[in-house]
């Protein structure tokens, strides 16, 4: 990251602060929900039944420190084996594309997304959690998808 956006990133999480938000359902469930953009969406599946058959629903907004996220959970929870991306993708950040393109291609050696088209596809996360994600967990594409039961029945 360069230090122009760096800058711009600091004053972000200042003036234009973003909590995480997820919601915890059945930690027994092999199955994650991620709204990326999509807050209304996240909102509709916390307060529906699926919420009930998902282990966790939540958000994606940036292609570096939210899939780092993404990859430390599903390494420290065995059990997630899918996780449904859905939602608006993140406009700036396609951060859903580059989640795809991770599990496809991995990184390179400068922990790059390979082939990512995301401003700053920067991880932190080491190579092993990365294979994990890889070889363990299966997305299932569905960018640009709103609405709940469509999605319900896709899962």
Same mark, same amino acid.
């Given at each position: 990251?360069?230090?122009?956006?760096?800058?711009?990133?600091?004053?972000?999480?200042?003036?234009?602060?973003?909590?995480?938000?997820?919601?915890?359902?059945?930690?027994?469930?092999?199955?994650?929900?991620?709204?990326?953009?999509?807050?209304?969406?996240?909102?509709?599946?916390?307060?529906?039944?699926?919420?009930?058959?998902?282990?966790?629903?939540?958000?994606?907004?940036?292609?570096?420190? $939210? /899939? !780092?996220?993404?990859? #430390?959970?599903? +390494?420290?929870?065995?059990?997630?084996?899918?996780?449904? %991306?859905?939602?608006? =993708?993140?406009?700036?950040?396609?951060?859903?594309?580059?989640?795809?393109?991770?599990?496809?291609? $991995? /990184? !390179?050696?400068?922990? #790059?997304?390979? +082939?990512?088209?995301?401003?700053?596809?920067?991880?932190? %996360?080491?190579?092993? =959690?990365?294979?994990?994600?890889?070889?363990?967990?299966?997305?299932?594409?569905?960018?640009?998808?709103?609405?709940?039961?469509?999605?319900?029945?896709?899962?």
């Amino acid at each position: 990251m360069n230090k122009v956006s760096e800058t711009i990133g600091k004053i972000c999480e200042i003036f234009l602060p973003v909590p995480e938000e997820f919601y915890i359902g059945n930690l027994d469930s092999s199955v994650c929900i991620c709204t990326l953009s999509s807050i209304k969406l996240l909102k509709e599946i916390k307060n529906s039944k699926i919420i009930d058959n998902v282990a966790i629903a939540g958000r994606l907004f940036t292609e570096n420190k $939210g /899939i !780092d996220s993404i990859i #430390k959970y599903v +390494n420290q929870n065995k059990k997630i084996k899918t996780i449904v %991306v859905c939602g608006k =993708e993140v406009w700036g950040h396609t951060s859903g594309h580059s989640l795809f393109q991770l599990h496809k291609y $991995g /990184i !390179d050696n400068n922990n #790059k997304i390979i +082939n990512s088209t995301s401003p700053d596809p920067f991880l932190t %996360v080491s190579e092993l =959690e990365i294979k994990y994600f890889q070889k363990e967990i299966t997305l299932l594409n569905l960018i640009g998808e709103t609405n709940i039961e469509i999605i319900i029945n896709k899962i």
